[in-house]
């Protein structure tokens, strides 16, 4: 004993971005500074007493494998014609969301010519972010979740 093995820390899940994986505490990401302790990941500091471990967090985990759990598409004239009242919409969910769940973040924006694809860390935001788009400016929602993978596409869009 005393030995951690690697990767293997709790049994609860094989998939490596599981956000209920357990870690020894306290433990900080190397990433961004997000620690564990008592059960979570929480926005922290190590006192000068401790001896931390360090580790990704899941969040930062799933950005450097660029491997989300969800996938938001926006796309149509409406978008095209209100993109920054949108992405300003965004980016509040994103806020409103890290304040309770540093784990649920933006992993990247990508704009192609006539829509945008953003990735999220987690299913629950991406969710998030299609549901206030539609609420404030209507438009067509559709959510559609993998069988076996876990990850949500989110479309939404808008043409007049
Ligand atoms: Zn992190």
């Known amino acids: 004993m005393g030995e951690e093995r690697r990767g293997d820390v709790g049994h609860e899940s094989k998939n490596p971005y599981y956000e ?3 870690y020894k ?3 900080y990401c190397t990433n961004c500074d997000l620690v564990y302790r ?3 990941w929480i926005e922290g500091s190590i006192s000068s007493e401790e001896d931390p471990h360090e580790a990704l967090c899941p969040a930062c985990r799933r950005k450097r494998d660029r ?5 938001v598409y926006l796309s149509g004239n409406y978008f095209q014609e209100h993109k920054k009242e949108i992405l300003q919409l965004v980016k509040n969910d994103e806020e409103k969301a890290k304040q309770t769940r540093p ?3 933006l992993m990247w924006a ?3 010519s006539n829509s945008m694809e953003l990735a999220t860390t987690n299913e629950h935001l991406a ?6 788009i539609a609420r404030a400016h209507d438009g067509d929602l559709d959510i559609k979740s993998g069988h076996n993978e876990r990850l949500v596409r989110v479309y939404w869009t808008r043409e007049d």
């Open 67 to 71: 491997n989300p759990e969800g996938l």
């Open 110 to 112: 990508d704009e192609e």
């Open 38 to 40: 008592e059960g979570r």
């Open 20 to 22: 209920g994986k357990k």
């Open 103 to 105: 784990l649920q973040r």
């Open 25 to 27: 505490e306290p433990t």
């Open 127 to 132: 969710r998030r972010i299609g549901k206030s």
